[in-house]
C-alpha cells in the first residue's frame, strides 16, 4: 500500500488555478445540463472536455505526472463542478473518488503501471462494485474462477457510474472454488473479495443500458456486464478489497458531499435570483407586495444558509483533519463512521434546501423544466449513496453502544 495518501503537493496558485478551469467547465455543465436530464441521456462531448483539459489527472500525485490534488482541493473542485450541473459532476466524480482510493488501495507497482495513463493520456476509471443484491455491502456475487495465468470473471454490476466513458473498469469478485462454485464457508467467501482491473474493450465485457431514474439522469449509471472475460493475474490489484476500501472511503464520501454541497449552492442561487425581484402585485392587505420583504421568506432564506453553511463546514472540517493527520479516531470502524458524517450532513442539508426553495418560490418551481424542480430531483438521490443515511446511523449507534 502507498505509504503517504493525505498530502497536500500544490502551491496556491496551482490550487487556484484548478479551481478556476473548474468553474469554467462549470458553465458547460450548467448549459449542457437540462438537454441531458431531459432526454436522459449521458454527456459524451464533455468526456472529451474534462480530457482535454486534463483533469482525469486532478488528484493524481505528482510523482505520477498529475496535478497532485488532496482530498480538500478535489472535493473543492467537485464542488464548482456540481454547482453547474450535479448529475454530470457526480459522473465524473466516481472518477476522481476510485483514483483516490486507489492511492490508498494500490501497491506503488499498480500506481507507477495505472496512474501515468490517467495524467497523460486521460485515461478515466470506474467502480463497478455494487450487485442489485445489497449494493456495495454485499459480497460480491460476482465471480473470479482461477485459470492458467489469471481469472475467469463472469457477473453483472448495477451502478456503474461512468461507465459509457470509462477505459478502464474497477470491480470486486470472489475467487472461487476450482469448480467455479463461491466458497460456502462465509469467512473464506469475505477473504476472497479481491480488487481487479479489466479494460473497458476486453471481449466479453458489455453496457447494458438500464439507467433510466427520478434525478441524476445525465449520470449514465448502466449496468456493466462480464461474460466470462479473462483478467490476468496481474490485474488483481487488491486482495484484501473490502478492508482497504472502506480504509479509504473518505474519497468518495467528502466527493459525494461536495457534489450536494455545490447542488444546495445552486438552488440556494436560482431561489435568490427569483426572491429578490418577485412581486405579487396587489392583495386584499396591500396595494403591492414584495416577496422578498416577508418575513416568513427571510426566515426561509436564512434556514437555507444556515444549512448550506453547516455541510461546507462539516466538509472542510474533515478534508483539513485527512490533510493534517489528526483528530480522527485509530479504530477503523470509527474512522469511517467519523468520515461518512459530511456526506449524510451535506445530502440531508441539500434536500432541506431544495424544498424550502420550492416553497419560498411557490408553485411555478413544481412545473417541470424550472431549475428548482431538476435540483429536487436530483437531490434524492444523495440518501442512497453509501453508506446510506439509515446504514451510517445504524453504524455510528453500533460503535458507540458495542
Known amino acids: 500500500m502507498a505509504e503517504t495518501v493525505h498530502v497536500v503537493e500544490m502551491s496556491p496558485a496551482e490550487r487556484e488555478h484548478a479551481f478556476a478551469t473548474c468553474r469554467a467547465l462549470a458553465e458547460e455543465f450548467r448549459e449542457a445540463g437540462p438537454r441531458h436530464d431531459a432526454e436522459n441521456s449521458f454527456p459524451y462531448e464533455l468526456a472529451g472536455r474534462v480530457r482535454a483539459l486534463g483533469l482525469p489527472g486532478l488528484n493524481i500525485p505528482k510523482r505520477h505526472g498529475g496535478w497532485g490534488a488532496d482530498i480538500a482541493t478535489t472535493a473543492r473542485c467537485v464542488e464548482l463542478l456540481a454547482y453547474g450541473d450535479p448529475s ?20 506503488e507497482a499498480h500506481q507507477a503501471r495505472f496512474f501515468p495513463g490517467v495524467a497523460h493520456d486521460g485515461h478515466l476509471f470506474d467502480g463497478a462494485y455494487s450487485e442489485t443484491r445489497a449494493g456495495v455491502i454485499g459480497l460480491a456475487d460476482t465471480r473470479a474462477v482461477p485459470v492458467d495465468g489469471g481469472f475467469r470473471v463472469s457477473g453483472r454490476k448495477s451502478w456503474g457510474t461512468l461507465s459509457l466513458v470509462a477505459d478502464f473498469h474497477t470491480l470486486n469478485a470472489t475467487i472461487t472454488e476450482p469448480d467455479g462454485e463461491l466458497p460456502a464457508d462465509h469467512a473464506v467467501r469475505a477473504s476472497r473479495e479481491v480488487m481487479l482491473v479489466c479494460p473497458a474493450s476486453a471481449e466479453g465485457v458489455r453496457i447494458e443500458k438500464t439507467w433510466d431514474a427520478l434525478g441524476m439522469r445525465a449520470t449514465g449509471t448502466e449496468t456493466v456486464v462480464f461474460e466470462d472475460v479473462f483478467v490476468p493475474d496481474t490485474d488483481l490489484v487488491s486482495s484484501a478489497f473490502r478492508p482497504d476500501l472502506f480504509a479509504n472511503l473518505e474519497w468518495q464520501t467528502l466527493s459525494f458531499a461536495s ?11 436560482e431561489t435568490l435570483a427569483i426572491l429578490r425581484d418577485k412581486r405579487l402585485g396587489a392583495v386584499p392587505e396591500a396595494s403591492d407586495v414584495r416577496l422578498g420583504d416577508q418575513q416568513l421568506v427571510q426566515v426561509g432564506v436564512g434556514e437555507m444558509r444556515v444549512l448550506i ?56 418551481s413544481f412545473r417541470r423544466g424550472h431549475p428548482l424542480e431538476k435540483l429536487y430531483r436530483d437531490a434524492r438521490s444523495g440518501p442512497f449513496h453509501p453508506l446510506t443515511t439509515d446504514q451510517l446511523m445504524q453504524h455510528l449507534g453500533h460503535a458507540e453502544l458495542g
Open 88 to 107: 454530470i459532476a457526480l459522473a465524473f466524480n466516481m472518477h476522481w473518488g476510485v483514483i483516490g482510493f486507489f492511492r490508498g488501495m494500490w501497491s
Open 259 to 269: 457534489i450536494y454541497l455545490g447542488l444546495a449552492r445552486r438552488a440556494y442561487a
Open 309 to 364: 453553511e453547516t455541510a461546507a463546514n462539516t466538509i472542510e472540517v474533515a478534508a483539513a483533519r485527512l490533510n493534517e493527520q489528526r483528530d480522527l479516531p485509530d479504530d477503523p470502524a470509527r474512522r469511517l463512521g467519523w468520515l461518512e458524517i459530511p456526506k449524510v450532513v451535506a445530502t440531508e442539508n441539500a434536500i432541506r434546501v431544495v424544498d424550502i426553495g420550492m416553497r419560498l418560490v411557490g408553485g411555478g
